[in-house]
């Protein structure tokens, strides 16, 4: 609630206090609105659909929890400016997961048994919201992926990018990645952690940030590269961390994601660098955005 009794103190200190403003398209009446432009098309640009995609989850295993909130925005972008143009379609609903609702999930989501009891998403109408292979583009692409493929597998074959790893925010002058960070950060709020809502948000935040926006359709139109140190020595660990490298727990195997086969080889010659096993036992692993954040 805005504090109205400290209007004075406010006009006396401005400096002191920072005005949130509600994301425009995260009003209850947004959908009477649709469709909503965004941008002015361009006389004969090429433009493609983008589809803003949200879960809420019983869970954190795609195998064993299940989706409880699907919110998706599909809208229309300029492949020539890189630039949102309209906001096109909207869904949100509620499935029942069949079990009692976590109560950590109920307290982060505010979603109860009550709210999904009886409730089923409706397959014919998502499908068609993700029809035509449209750009998918979810805030934590790793997690949503692949609870979207396991209730939806038909839809697996659409290109997905993740805002939040695909984007470097600290080029654009953020000190973090999180959603609601970002958004705040530039002047708005909204109710978070309720699956349209996040959809709407990312959507208005890539709206306001058009640069960010074309890194992360560059990204998806970029090969990438999964390159893994096989058999790398315990002795060069810090080598490969302090370069970038994780630790794979399952492939029980060092790696590193890049961007582009120019950057591939410059790795391929630093693991021949560190270690003489390298040329015979680097794995690289070609992936497009269809590939991207699989299970």
Known sequence: MFPLDRLEDIKNHPNDFKLLERVPITREDVVELLPIQLTPRAPEERVCAVV???TETTGMSAVSDKVI??????????????????????????????????EEITKLTGITDEMVKGQVFDDELVLNLVAGNPLIVAHNAKFDRPFFDRRFGPASRSAWACSAKEINWSNHGFGGYKLEFLVQSMGYFYEAHRACNDCLALCYLMHLMPKAFEELINSSL????????????????????????????????????????????????????VYSDATRNVRITSMTAKDRYRS
């Open 222 to 273: 970029t090969q990438t590269f999964r390159i893994d140190a096989v058999k790398a020595p315990f002795d060069v660990k810090d080598q490969l961390k302090q370069n970038g490298y994780r630790f794979d727990g399952t492939e029980k195997v060092w790696y590193i994601n890049v961007v582009g086969t120019e950057e591939a080889k410059n790795q391929v010659n630093f693991l021949q660098s």
């Open 52 to 54: 803003f995609l949200d």
């Open 69 to 102: 909130e699907l919110g998706l925005v599909r809208c229309t972008f300029s492949l020539d400016r890189k630039i949102l143009l309209s906001i096109d379609r909207i869904y949100d609903a509620y499935e029942d997961p069949k079990r009692p609702i976590p």
